[in-house]
């Protein structure tokens, strides 16, 4: 059984942070852009840390 490798997009900084924007958005009501813009922001306590890729 051969194991067959597909040719995968770089994930950007801005579509990761898209994804989990909509993500969170739809767990929690809030609107995509307002998390968006507060991910972006890099001014929260946790600035430090940088996302999964």
Do not use: P
């Amino acid at each position: 059984m051969a194991i067959v490798r597909r040719n995968r997009k770089k994930l950007t900084q801005d579509a990761l942070i898209r994804s989990i924007a909509s993500s969170t958005a739809i767990e929690t009501g809030q609107s995509v852009d307002m998390i968006e813009r507060k991910l972006k922001a890099k001014s929260g306590k946790f600035q430090h840390l940088a996302l999964a890729r």
